[in-house]
C-alpha cells in the first residue's frame, strides 16, 4: 500500500506503509513500555487494595447495630428521637416508623455503647445478657462484646 504525502508544491512524495512504521517505531515502542509499567503498577495497587483493605475483623472497623420496637401510652413517635452513642458520641439517630419499629448502625469508637432516647424508658427486654438502663433512665448501656442486639421491647413513659 502506498500513501501520498503532499510536500511543496514542487515535490510529490510517495511513502508506503512500512515506511511510517519505521520512522515511527522509535517514538511508540517506549510509549508501550511506559503504558505496560502503569497498567502493572495499576493492577498492583488494586490487587493490594483488595486483599489488605477488606479484612473486618481488625476493632478499627467494628460497627454497633440495633433494631426493636419501642411501644408507650399516648406516644407520639414522631417525637422520639434514638440515638447510638459510643465513646460519648453520637454515632447514629433516627426515628422509628409509625408501628414504633427501628434499625440503627453505626462505627464504634470504643469496646461498648449505648442507646439513648429522649424519653425515659420504663422497661425493655433484650435476649442478650448484660444490658443495663442508666440512671437518668433514658439509656440503654450495652455492654462490651455485643455488636448487633435487638430489643424485643422498648417500654417510654409518657
Do not use: W
Not at 12 to 28: A, N, V
Not at 86 to 92: R, T, V, W
Amino acid at each position: 500500500m502506498e500513501l501520498l504525502i503532499k510536500g511543496t508544491k514542487r515535490n510529490k512524495t510517495y511513502f508506503t506503509l512500512r515506511t511510517f512504521e519505521i520512522i515511527f517505531e522509535g517514538f511508540l515502542l517506549p510509549l508501550k513500555k511506559k503504558l505496560m509499567k502503569i497498567l502493572l503498577v495499576i493492577l498492583a495497587f488494586f490487587s493490594l487494595s483488595v486483599f489488605v483493605g477488606c479484612r473486618s475483623e481488625n476493632r478499627d472497623h467494628a460497627r454497633a447495630y440495633v433494631e426493636g420496637t419501642i411501644t408507650g401510652n399516648q406516644l407520639i413517635l414522631d417525637e422520639i428521637t434514638i440515638h447510638l452513642s459510643s465513646d460519648g458520641k453520637n454515632i447514629a439517630e433516627t426515628i422509628s416508623n409509625s408501628s414504633g419499629e427501628f434499625v440503627l448502625s453505626g462505627p464504634l469508637l470504643s469496646d461498648s455503647f449505648s442507646l439513648v432516647f429522649n424519653k425515659k424508658i420504663k422497661s425493655f427486654s433484650t435476649l442478650k445478657k448484660g444490658c443495663t438502663l442508666s440512671a437518668d433512665a433514658k439509656q440503654i448501656q450495652i455492654p462490651a462484646g455485643i455488636t448487633y442486639i435487638t430489643f424485643n421491647e422498648i417500654i417510654l413513659e409518657k
